[in-house]
């Protein structure tokens, strides 16, 4: 209910735009809020096997770099980009371009806007795609306004593993392990469409011995002093720098303690998985 209260929100926001995908046939490498070790990723990346990029909508150019223009400027991490305003308060944000000089004040759904490059801090040649919404100040999920992708498969819950410093356990169903303190749980999901990506899911439940611990929906990241919030929650809250999703705040029991984890994408592939683990608690405590 929450996740279609959002996205008619959002619909209703921008309900007199008509969204495209800015490359044709776009195949996708990353999604929205993803784990970029410190920081959640703020968009989606594609590539395509045509350059050509578009705006997702007709749209006035508020902003650009690129290094045709300041030649002796360095690169800076999004490499060349342009940043488009549309109906709505909404900015489209399209990074890592080519180098060139074909500038307009205004742009339609038809025109090219630039082409598809290697710019910046890039490790190989894409667009990394963002929606910023101007008044809220917050970076949207991509997915909430474009039109469907095309995706049937369901994220794979892989691996649970709780972190001891540098260290990380790998628990395997049914095992035992003992603890000093009350660990946050590490779950390892990977998402696909062809079976080649490694994609960041759209949403997870978590449920601990029968007790909803944990839900979270990669609707829109906002922006704060500490960086990109998801809930108000910071990346380290939610991630670990490896890329796994963190559920934390467990209180575990001693003997046979449950987690079921619900991973599901943007298209509603979902898939759950329960996993038992024996837990022997030794508690440490401090001087007196």
Do not use: C
Not at 166 to 185: A, V
Not at 193 to 206: F, T
């Amino acid at each position: 209910m929450n996740r279609i209260l959002a996205l008619s929100i959002i619909i209703l926001s921008f309900s007199n735009l008509s969204f495209r995908w800015p490359l044709d046939n776009a195949r996708l490498t990353s999604t929205f809020g993803e784990s970029r070790a410190d920081h959640f990723h703020d968009g989606i990346d594609m590539i395509s096997e045509s350059d050509k990029v578009y705006p997702v909508n007709k749209g006035r150019l508020v902003f650009m770099w690129n290094r045709s223009v300041f030649p002796l400027d360095n690169y800076w991490g999004g490499g060349n980009y342009k940043i488009i305003r549309h109906d709505g308060n909404m900015l489209s944000i399209y990074m890592h371009l080519q180098d060139g000089d074909d500038f307009k004040e205004y742009y339609d759904e038809n025109s090219i806007l630039g082409y598809v490059g290697n710019t910046g801090h890039s490790y190989g040649k894409h667009i990394h795609f963002s929606i910023l919404d101007n008044v809220k100040r917050e970076s949207v999920n991509p997915f909430l306004l474009l039109p469907r992708y095309g995706d049937s498969q369901a994220p794979q819950i892989l691996n649970f593993y709780i972190r001891i410093g540098d260290r990380y356990t790998l628990l395997r169903d049914n095992s035992s392990i003992r603890l000093t303190k009350h660990y946050p749980l590490l779950v390892e999901i990977r998402d696909s469409v062809s079976g080649r990506e490694n994609l960041g899911i759209y949403g997870i439940k978590a449920v601990f011995n029968g007790k909803a611990v944990h839900e979270a929906e990669y609707r829109s990241l906002g922006y704060s002093a500490n960086g990109l919030t998801l809930n108000n929650r910071v990346f380290s809250d939610t991630a670990d720098e490896k890329g796994y999703y963190l559920i934390s705040g467990l209180t575990y029991s001693e003997g046979v303690n449950s987690v079921t984890v619900t991973a599901s994408d943007f298209n509603g592939n979902t898939s759950e998985r329960t996993f038992n683990v024996d837990v022997h608690l030794d508690l440490q405590t401090g001087p007196k």
